[in-house]
């Protein structure tokens, strides 16, 4: 699946940005004082942004904030893979305004809950790779 | 799918073993100069170790030496999803005969490369989840 010894190819930026946004679940690789942690999430990718929800108190929220973080979303099948990685900074939504359009995005509305944080993810870099099948 | 908010139970150590085994792909955070990064894998669980294939001098390779690792692996379909995590310590395989079992190893024969370096994980902790559907 995801031969890194074999052939791949780098994927146009706007390419991959399309692969982003076409997937909702991915994993998110935070730092824990320098180790890497890795969580399963879903999450929503609009035209600059990766929105994700949360339980405010959680380790994942605690590790998500104030540092760099990974998303790495994929797909694969017998023939082929590709996969995304984006690096960026995660920041609470603090502002009403924010949090109630947060709510009402697609992603969450199937199980809203009152008490939900969410958080946003500003990409500084998104790449992403397609890997020959064999 | 992944409902960090919702329903989750903790697997049996065991369990989460068993489904480690059970899958072969994953994805690898790794810290980049403290900065958490993440590659989709290919990996072999054993029973107390886990086998990647890696091509020499790639960032990856440099990336995963000296340095705590944590794996993810996961399923997930419309009714249910589990997700295990592996924290342990990465190192190079460098004596002939591991070399040689790992070559050897079914994860590699579909594309035996003699350049190929091979990377194995002790784990120092796994951990798994169930995430109710919804």
């Given at each position: 699946?995801?031969?890194?010894?074999?052939?791949?190819?780098?994927?146009?930026?706007l390419d991959a940005w399309g692969r982003l946004r076409s997937r909702g679940v991915g994993r998110l690789a935070v730092s824990d004082n320098g180790n890497p942690d890795i969580f399963?999430?879903?999450?929503?990718?609009?035209?600059?942004?990766?929105?994700?929800?949360?339980?405010?108190?959680?380790?994942?929220?605690?590790?998500?904030?104030?540092?760099?973080?990974?998303?790495e979303t994929d797909h694969y099948d017998a023939e082929a893979a590709w996969s995304v990685v984006?690096?960026?900074?995660?920041?609470?939504?603090?502002?009403e305004e924010s949090i109630r359009a947060a709510r009402e995005s697609p992603l969450w509305s199937w199980m809203p809950?009152?008490?939900?944080?969410?958080?946003?993810?500003?990409?500084?870099e998104v790449t992403g790779r397609t890997f020959a099948g064999h």
């Open positions: 699946m995801f031969d890194t010894v074999g052939t791949s190819s780098i994927l146009d930026p399963p999430i879903n999450y929503l990718a609009s035209a600059d942004q990766i929105l994700i929800r949360t339980a405010p108190g959680t380790k994942l929220t605690k590790l998500m904030l104030n540092e760099s973080v990974a998303l984006v690096k960026g900074t995660a920041r609470h939504l603090t502002d809950r009152s008490t939900d944080a969410f958080v946003v993810i500003t990409p500084t």
